[in-house]
């Protein structure tokens, strides 16, 4: 048994209250650590500005297009860096 496995093994519960219904059993650990992994920025945004666009497809390039405007009109990157 590996380290690992016996630090994981202490820090179980010994009175499990997962219900029967819960069965991992079938399950593959990590499966979506890869995707994970790639990253993502979730944004919330208020529902009248979600209510303007149909997918995060159009919120991106709505906001690479203002970000470019910015850019033109100010001579600043969006992130705040002069050219």
Excluded at 17 to 34: A, C, H
Excluded at 36 to 44: F, M, R
Excluded at 53 to 59: L, R
Excluded at 62 to 72: C, P, Q, V, W, Y
């Amino acid at each position: 048994m590996r380290t690992s496995e016996k630090r994981m093994k202490k820090t179980q519960p010994k009175n499990d209250d997962l219900r029967p219904e819960y069965n991992f059993r079938g399950g593959t650990r990590g499966k979506y650590t890869g995707r994970y992994a790639e990253g993502s920025n979730v944004v919330v945004l208020d529902p009248d500005v979600a209510a303007m666009f149909t997918d995060s497809g159009s919120v991106n390039r709505s906001l690479r297009a203002l970000g470019r405007i910015i850019k033109e009109r100010s001579g600043v990157s969006p992130h705040g860096e002069t050219p």
